[in-house]
Every structure is written in structure tokens, then in C-alpha cells.
């Protein structure tokens, strides 16, 4: 089962329980879009858009720099720019609801401590699914 960082309503699958309002409005746009909901085909349609909207903005319900919290001393005398280079990510513009799907890169300057490299696509994770 998915982590569920939104304290939404689980079904007896395990699956978050979509809001009737969700599925009426994603009917809606099925509708205004041309097709029908009611077809076969798009029955469950609803339910999987309202699900996977809900997976694409968890960011909202952590905060990323939660990430940058554990760091470590053992910097070993290392004072040159840490770069974590070409990692995938995926959003949504905020105006258009319309996907975004690239790679970022992420530098620091360590000083006195370094944080796990890994936990830098995390943040950029959580920041992307907002």
C-alpha cells in the first residue's frame, strides 16, 4: 500500500477513496472534452485521475527540507562544490495543470557538515510534487 501523506480515507483494497466531488469534476471535464463518462472504457476513469492527482501533489503534505536535516561531520578536510547531476523529476505547471517532465541539477558548497547526496533528489522530489 502507498504511503499515504494526506490522512485520506482508505478502502478495503488500500487504494485512498476518491470525494464525489473529485469524480463529478473529473466527469465534468471528460464531458467538457467531448466523451462520456459513462462509456465502458471510463467508467473507473474518474477514480484513477482523482488517485493519481492525489500521488503527484504529495509535496504538499511534507516538507522537503526534512530531507536536510540529518547531515554528517565527516567532511574529511573536502571543500569543493558537491553536485548531484541529471535527475529525473516530473510536475505540473501550476497555471495549466499541464505535466513537466526534465532533469535538475543540485549544488552545494559544503562547510562544515555534507548531507547524504541522495537526499538531495528528494528534496527536489518533494518540491516537484507540489
Known amino acids: 500500500m502507498p504511503h499515504n ?6 478502502d478495503e483494497s ?15 471535464l471528460i464531458r467538457w472534452t ?18 493519481a492527482w492525489r500521488e503527484y501533489c ?7 527540507a526534512v530531507h536536510l536535516s540529518r547531515t554528517f561531520q565527516e567532511v574529511g578536510g573536502y571543500h569543493e562544490l558537491v553536485l ?4 529525473p523529476f516530473q510536475s505540473h505547471c501550476e497555471h495549466h495543470m499541464a505535466p513537466i517532465i526534465g532533469k535538475a541539477s543540485i549544488a552545494y558548497m559544503p562547510t562544515d557538515r555534507v548531507v547524504g547526496i541522495s537526499k538531495l533528489a528528494r528534496v527536489l522530489h518533494g518540491f516537484a510534487q507540489r
Open 84 to 87: 548531484l547531476k541529471d535527475i
Open 58 to 64: 504529495a509535496g504538499y503534505a511534507e516538507d522537503p
Open 14 to 28: 488500500g487504494k485512498v477513496v476518491v470525494p464525489d466531488n473529485v469524480l463529478e469534476a473529473i466527469k465534468t
Open 5 to 10: 501523506h494526506f490522512d485520506d480515507e482508505i
Open 34 to 51: 467531448g466523451d462520456d463518462p459513462t462509456r465502458e472504457g471510463l467508467l473507473d476513469t474518474p477514480r484513477r485521475v482523482g488517485r
